[in-house]
Nanobody, 127 residues
């Protein structure tokens, strides 16, 4: 069983930056495809980013492309989400997700049947 623990959320003004971290345990980290999702108040969970095993493949939601950067450190068992130029619409709970097998980019972006999830960290962007 994989445990995922997110950290780094908080309150920030629009235009500011935050860096989220997600540390995994329970499995060799380099065998996990990692990603970030978020859920705004009253809305469904949505895909934010995905990063493949060694970080060679990275994908972003259109809404965050150019502002957010996902990286991973397989020695520290951690995936990061650097968020710059934050907007009020970026407010929400951010969840880390991990999958042991790859079933395609569309599958991961759907968030369906992903193996492991963290409990989330709240990001609030004020105007």
């Amino acid at each position: 069983q994989v445990q995922l623990v997110e950290s780094g959320g908080g309150l920030v003004q629009a235009g500011g930056s935050l860096r989220l971290s997600c540390t995994a345990s329970g499995r060799i980290f380099s065998t996990l495809y990692m990603g970030w999702f978020r859920q705004a108040p009253g809305k469904e969970r949505e895909f934010v980013s995905v990063i493949t095993l060694t970080g060679e493949g990275i994908g972003y939601a259109e809404s965050v492309e150019g502002r957010f950067t996902t990286t991973r450190d397989n020695f520290k068992n951690t995936v990061y989400l650097q968020m710059n130029a934050l907007k009020t619409e970026d407010t929400g709970v951010y969840y880390c997700a991990a999958a042991g097998d790859w079933r395609g980019d569309s599958w991961f972006r759907s968030g369906q049947d992903i193996d492991f999830w963290g409990k989330g960290t709240l990001v609030t962007v004020s105007s």
